[in-house]
């Protein structure tokens, strides 16, 4: 991972255009060649980033990062670069799941059939070279799906879910491969860009999964 704080302004190029103003920023660049634009707030979320596959050219002051697919782009001016530095950070284990979230994970293979009619499990804990997906099955028709599982949904569990999908559709034997994010409960904005990358939502009953009926059951 390459870390550089710098005061640079930002433009995004693509299906929108947005414009950072000139400011002190934390730009990383992750080894999965993904660029991400940060300020010393907001929490985890970046001011802006770009997706793998995508190549960063460096010329003098002016930085491009250019998706590989879409051709969108955004260009960093470096007016000063405050800190220089990269790190080997190695493969990641992954998340390790609460009880409820690994739970979730068991109980949706043994009933793989509650994702759609049709569906077979392949295994648990397809590993990749970033780490576990928790789920890989078949669809009705045959195609192959993986399943991200978490007890809330949020946008990091979205991003999580992107890459294996960049890495599993890579593999001739299982590709086309599609995905469906499962939860308890899914955010909002967690849903809109699932939706926006082609990946299902499925909203998980903990409950029905182990076969307890509800307290005060309704007719819908």
């Excluded at 704080?5 to 080894?31: E, F, N, Q």
């Excluded at 970046?46 to 930085?63: I, Q």
């Excluded at 979230?101 to 994702?115: D, K, R, S, V």
Aim: charged letters at 25%; one cysteine or more; aromatic letters at 4%.
């Amino acid at each position: 991972m390459r870390l550089v704080i710098a005061r640079c302004s930002v433009d995004y190029i693509g299906r929108l255009t947005a414009h950072l103003p000139m400011a002190p920023r934390l730009v990383l660049i992750k080894a999965d060649g993904s660029v991400s634009i940060h300020a010393d707030d907001r929490a985890f979320k970046p001011l802006n980033w770009m997706n793998p596959p995508c190549k960063l050219k460096e010329d003098g002051a002016t930085w491009t990062v250019t998706h590989g697919k879409t051709g969108e782009k955004l260009v960093l001016t470096m007016e000063e670069v405050l800190h220089d530095s990269s790190h080997e950070l190695g493969v990641d284990p992954g998340l390790i799941k609460d009880g409820v979230e690994a739970h979730l994970q068991e109980l949706l293979a043994e009933h793989i059939t509650t994702l759609g009619d049709g569906y077979s499990l392949i295994r648990r804990e397809y590993m990749t070279a970033i780490g576990p997906v928790d789920i890989l099955c078949r669809d009705a028709s045959g195609a192959t799906v993986a399943v991200e599982i978490k007890r809330r949904g949020e946008i990091d569990g979205v991003e999580q879910l992107t890459r294996y999908l960049e890495l599993l559709n890579r593999d001739p034997l299982l590709s086309p491969v599609r995905g469906v994010f499962a939860a308890q409960e899914i955010k909002p904005q967690a849903r809109v860009l699932a939706t926006d990358r082609g990946i299902s939502c499925h909203t998980l009953d903990y409950d029905a999964l182990r076969g307890i009926e509800p307290e005060n059951p309704t007719l819908f």
